[in-house]
């Protein structure tokens, strides 16, 4: 007698959701587990019940979330989704110690390929295969008993209702000790799985459409030229390096015991150049600081500020500057919308570029073209007041950061050659960081010489977007949240340099500029210096966010 194959019994809806909660709760949330599990350490039992506790409200609140949104008609799909999200941000957060926060998002949405590239690994395919393509294929294949939709529907937000009712319970039994947990360890509520992720897209989409929705606000429409330059003398041209992922612990000219500025620390010593030890940037990320940069809001009212706004490279232009932003890398995130903007990655220079990546003196390399293509275009219209060219390096763009070098700049050795950084030793990562830091110094060194060969005055002020965390306190890569960001994320190099031209030009006592380089300040004050460095005037000028204001007022008495 042959047996009968016994058809498997489909599940009830409901209880396929509480498994599907149990896995997110427990497997999908493993770092914050590890996380949780580190706070304590003695682990008695008050940790076990806190454990306990606390484990229960997880798994409430995801029973919650997924009564509300997964349904019959997407809830295989969902549920994919979900296991997806679970794992990635695990893989993200255990690697590199990130948490998910609005930022975290804005920036994943703008990766772009190449970045991704940079990011996969063996260990990522792994956790991939265990968290989504395992239970993943259990999820999709298990069949489910089709009720009637009303009757679904009551059982469903029934449960959705206890579960509240269990949430509410657990977080009044133990409140005293979840509160004060969760204060002294605000990254842990951006590490709860998928709740992290559903929040900062909620809130990213709301902050998009509300921008979406509103006209962009001119700013400093009174701007103009602090006085014209005559005919005879030349026209100022000033550049702006925005640097990339370079801190100031790593930075030769900052006191770093190894010698990663070599080439500035000339310049600095034949009196040309000056370096700022003591500035704070406005974000932990590409995304937030580079537009904040170039902001006249000022971190603080940037971080809240949903409103569309023109900023410095609008007013510079407005004023009658030229102005052009030259990008070596993710683009310039809206900043340079209005002005003249090139990008390197359609340029196949076989000397400087390999995998659509380019080191950042290609940018030096299209700068003359760029440069006459600018003047050609404004030939018929009135002469420029000045130029302002913005170079947005590729810089220390982790976590490859052997590929920022050349082969024959590579001082120290050896560089750790993998991206998933934990795999190297942990010097191996700074060698391969420092040399990425030489490299710029060789950068910006070559825009020098080239602007020293310019027939007119320049200057070139270098300002890097944001730190870095080489594994310091087992953070990698940088983006935390600012209020919680080690200093290796915030405190960034800063650059001045200006040729004699220029220093005549503005007027500015040699020992009165250099002597400002030891102010505290923050990306804040880029706004209002560089305002004063290009001579434009206007009422949204504020003196004391400008580091030169008072070689500006010496150089008036
Ligand atoms: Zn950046």
């Not at 194959?5 to 590890?34: D, E, F, K, M, Q």
């Not at 809001?297 to 900023?311: I, M």
């Not at 007041?385 to 590729?394: E, L, S």
Request: net charge positive.
């Amino acid at each position: 007698m042959t047996p009968t194959p016994v058809a498997r019994r489909p599940w009830h809806p409901l209880h396929l959701l509480l498994i599907l909660a149990l896995w997110l709760s427990t497997l999908g949330n493993l770092p914050l587990w590890g996380a949780l599990w580190g706070l304590t350490e003695t682990h008695g039992l008050r940790t076990w019940l806190g454990l306990i506790g606390f484990g229960v409200m997880v798994l409430a609140a995801t029973t919650v979330l997924l009564c509300l949104v997964v349904w019959p008609r997407w809830r295989k799909v969902g549920g994919l989704v979900l296991l997806t999200i679970a794992a990635a941000n695990s893989y993200f957060m255990s690697t590199y110690g990130v948490v998910i926060d609005p930022t975290m998002m804005a920036n994943t949405v703008q990766t772009d390929v190449r970045e991704v590239r940079d990011l996969l690994s063996w260990s990522m395919l792994v956790v991939l295969g265990l968290g989504v393509v395992l239970p993943g294929w259990w999820w999709w294949r298990q069949p489910v008993q089709q009720l009637p939709a009303l009757r679904l529907v009551g059982k469903q937000l029934g449960l959705a209702a206890v579960a509240v009712l269990v949430t509410l319970l657990v977080v009044w039994a133990s409140f005293q000790d979840l509160a004060s947990t969760m204060r002294n360890h605000k990254s842990l509520r951006y590490m709860l799985n998928p709740f992290n992720t559903v929040y900062a897209s909620t809130r990213l989409v709301v902050g998009q459409t509300a921008q979406a929705r509103m006209p962009l606000q001119s700013i400093g429409q009174d701007a103009v030229m602090a006085r014209t330059a005559g005919a005879a003398s030349p026209s100022p041209l000033i550049v702006l390096v925005v640097g990339e992922t370079v801190r100031a612990a790593n930075f030769g000219l900052g006191g770093y015991a190894r010698d990663t500025t070599p080439q500035l620390r000339q310049l600095q010593a034949s009196g040309e150049l000056g370096y700022f030890s003591d500035v704070t940037s406005c974000g932990t990320n590409t995304q937030v600081s580079v537009p904040c940069m170039f902001s006249h809001l000022g971190r603080e009212a940037y971080a809240q500020n949903d409103v569309p706004y023109e900023n410095l490279l609008d007013v510079l232009q407005r004023a009658g500057m030229h102005v052009l932003w030259l990008d070596n890398q993710s683009g310039c995130k809206g900043v340079c919308d209005r002005v003249a903007h090139a990008e390197t990655r359609e340029l196949k220079d076989p000397a400087l570029c390999a995998d659509d990546e380019c080191l950042d003196e290609i940018m030096l390399r299209v700068l003359p073209a760029k440069l006459a293509e600018l003047q050609a275009q404004a030939a018929g219209g009135r002469p420029a007041a000045g130029t302002v060219v913005v170079m947005h390096q590729m810089g220390n763009h982790g976590p490859a950061y052997y590929k920022r070098t050349p082969k024959d700049m590579k001082v120290f050795q050896p560089e750790c050659r993998s991206n998933v950084l934990q795999d190297c030793p942990a010097q191996d990562i700074v060698n391969a960081y420092d040399n990425a830091v030489r490299y710029t110094d060789h950068f910006l060194a070559q825009t020098v010489t080239w602007l020293k060969a310019q027939k007119r005055p320049t200057a070139m002020l270098y300002l890097s977007d944001h730190g870095e965390s080489l594994g310091e306190k087992g953070l990698y890569l940088h983006g935390m949240p600012f209020v919680m960001a080690p200093k290796e994320q915030t405190h960034v190099p800063m650059a001045l340099w200006l040729s004699q031209p220029m220093q005549s030009h503005l007027g500015w006592d040699k020992t009165c500029w250099q002597s400002q380089t030891r102010q505290a300040v923050t990306h804040d004050h880029l706004f209002h210096s560089v305002l004063t460095l290009a001579q434009v005037k206007t009422s949204l000028h504020q003196p004391q966010l400008d580091v030169f204001a008072a070689c500006t007022n010496a150089a008036r008495r």
